[in-house]
């Protein structure tokens, strides 16, 4: 089975419980929770069993720990995680506005994991994947960006495959060298996992089908958009399948799309034909929703399935 690897921020969360308009009035935080959105990616990866491997690089301190201890125990391998003394593990705190859209501070740039660098034991974890996953936060910190496009391009130049889930937070798009970042991984890109209308930053089209056209023609097999409670399509040569929400109770929103991603390619790598792999990928999102804590949602094959049987008979 081909080895998924994903490289980025290993981080701890901590989470306000109540609405507000600044973390004073946000209180009480609870925490630390494992975070980071490749990290959640990859949790759900090794969740659904497909082998897979994180790089990365964290503080020698508990919120390193915390996290480490849950990826190995969901079946990532860490090996490719250098631990750093004197360093410290990135964090990100997150609050709900009272809208209930979600802030966010991020310490991530000057955390451990911003300084990642070419390592042996890297190098050695990089040649044993044949499928890398890229998240537009790997490319937020100059060195991480750096060793996430070569580990691209190594797997990629010995056939390998590449799926891009730009998750483009406003906090990260004054990154320098970001767009050329992102040109060069899109040109490189074979599974496509934008949310919402993020595809309009990757195209001169104006509506969605004039986007997805435009991508496929530009080379991208698979494209498949994320869109919230609304659900999630995909798209290829073929055509178009659309995969109806399922209805969950929604206690927290982050995780989501890394959870809905970690199964697509899973199931995609497998090759599971497109509406299996998209509608496993739509009940991973949706149970990610339902619990606190970024990382505390992700989903067991068995999970999956006790939401996906009742809705769509597989
Ligand atoms: P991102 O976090 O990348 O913005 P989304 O918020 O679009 O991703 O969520 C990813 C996927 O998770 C959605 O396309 C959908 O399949 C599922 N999902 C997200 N929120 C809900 C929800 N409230 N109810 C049901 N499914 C959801």
Redesign the pocket.
Known sequence: MTKVLTVGEILVEIVATTRGDGFREAQPLIGPFPSGSPAIFIDQVGKLGTPCAILSRVGADDFGQVNLDRLAADGVDISGVSVAPGEATGSAFVRYREDGSRAFIFNIANSACGRLDATPEGDALIDTCGHMHLMGTALSAPGLAARALEAMERIKAKGGTLSF?P?LRPEILDTPGLRPALDRVLAQTDLFLP??DEIFLFTAACDEAGAVADLLARGVRDIVI???????SHFDAKGRTD?A????E?ID?????????GAFVSFWLAGAPPATALAY??A???R??TKLGPMEGTSTRAELDALITPVQGH
Not at 226 to 232: F, L, P
Not at 245 to 248: K, L, Q, R, S, T
Request: charged content about 15%; overall charge negative; hydrophobic content about 40%.
């Open positions: 889930d998750n949310s919402g994320k869109r919230g409670a609304q659900g999630a995969a929400p399922i209805a969950v929604e929103p982050t995780g989501a799309g890394d959870s809905f991603g990928a739509n991973a999102g949706a990610a929703v």
